[in-house]
């Protein structure tokens, strides 16, 4: 009997395959389940339509974060904050204040994105990594300018 498998099953394949099994193997375990259903015309026909649309929306997506991942890259970001002598500063500046100075530049930045191992405490130029999504990782320019 074929099937359509729902669900990965080990040992047998993952979700989307087509597969020949026994049929009682098929009528006792697997149909009732949820794991699969039979491999009908229809069946097929609707799981390669479904196959695309995720194809697709996943373009689209990887797409989207790749332009935001460009218009990341080129964006410079200048913050203020008091400073001492030496260009030390008072406090620290931190991913959640990367991500406010983003956010007031329009981009839609979440803290948890800043990859910054520690806060930064000095003035100067610095280039922050950010995990903008599906592996992809900006970075972004972030000038530090101490106040006095």
Not at 70 to 86: D, N
């Amino acid at each position: 009997m074929k099937i359509i498998l729902l669900k990965d099953v080990e040992g047998l394949g993952v979700t989307g395959t087509v597969k020949e099994v026994k049929e009682g193997y098929a009528r006792n375990y697997l149909l009732p389940r949820g794991l699969a259903v039979e491999a009908t015309e229809r069946a097929v026909r609707t799981m390669q339509r479904q196959q695309q649309t995720a194809a697709q929306r996943s373009q689209r997506e990887r797409d989207t974060v790749q332009q935001l991942s460009a218009a990341l890259e080129q964006a410079v970001v200048e913050m203020r904050a008091k400073g001492g002598e030496g260009g030390r500063l008072f406090g620290a500046i931190t991913a959640a204040d990367v991500a406010s100075a983003l956010a007031s530049q329009g981009f839609q930045v979440d803290k948890r994105q800043i990859m910054l191992d520690e806060p930064i405490k000095a003035a100067g130029f610095y280039k922050v990594p950010v995990r903008v999504g599906q592996g992809i990782v900006a970075h972004v320019d972030v000038n530090v300018i101490a106040t006095e």
